[in-house]
């Protein structure tokens, strides 16, 4: 069973950086899309990026310039850590963790597999 475990949410202030990991255990990585979405208190779940092991990664204009993003595929588990800098108060969300083996699906903000979520709050 594939498991998603968040780390590295908190309040942190505008100007500064954050780094977020995902850890996914239970299945070898590399055939999987992993990759990290967020939701914002009262607006829809949007993409933040998706990382394969085949193709480039994959975000959203708007973030371009402000993500970094690694990936490490060990023989039982997955990390996928992401890192934003500079962080702008538009950024407070929920960020979640997802992993597909689809990347059609996937893009489309479906997955059978989340993490919990966890808190980011960016103060101005």
């Known amino acids: 069973q594939v498991q998603l475990v968040e780390s590295g949410g908190g309040l942190v202030r505008a100007g500064d950086s954050l780094t977020l990991s995902c850890v996914m255990s239970g299945h070898s990585g590399e055939s999987y899309v992993m990759g990290w979405f967020r939701q914002a208190p009262g607006k829809q779940r949007e993409l933040v990026c998706l990382?394969?092991?085949?193709?480039?990664?994959?975000?959203p204009a708007s973030l371009k310039g402000r993500l970094t993003f690694s990936r490490d595929n060990a023989e039982d588990k997955s990390t996928l850590v992401l890192k934003i800098d500079p962080l702008r108060p538009e950024d407070t969300a929920i960020y979640y963790c997802?992993?597909?083996?689809?990347?059609?699906?996937?893009?489309?903000?479906?997955?059978?597999?989340w993490g919990r979520g966890t808190q980011v709050t960016v103060s101005s």
């Open positions: 997802a992993a597909n083996s689809s990347f059609v699906t996937i893009i489309r903000g479906e997955s059978p597999y």
């Open positions: 990382n394969t092991v085949a193709w480039s990664p994959l975000y």
